[in-house]
């Protein structure tokens, strides 16, 4: 079973300012390893608290990608992409 990766207009913004193989290997890790799994969950990490309590996040080196697991539609919405330092500001 194959997701759908859909990525918002803010995280197309975000991918563009960064150094371009960091963007590739973020790009290449929803394509290669999330997209095609079963259980998009399997390995990523929900996210805690109210504000953030409905999110997954997913490890690429130090960037982090917070997305939105959508189970009836089979959709992986990415929401927000950056350092892990600033990403959960």
Known sequence: MAWLIKVSAGVRKELRKLDPPVAQRIIAFLRDRVQPLDDPRSIGEAL?????????????????IIARIEDRELIILVVRVGHRKQVYR
């Open 48 to 64: 805690q608290g109210k504000k953030y309590g409905e999110f997954w996040k997913y490890r690429v080196g130090d960037m982090r």
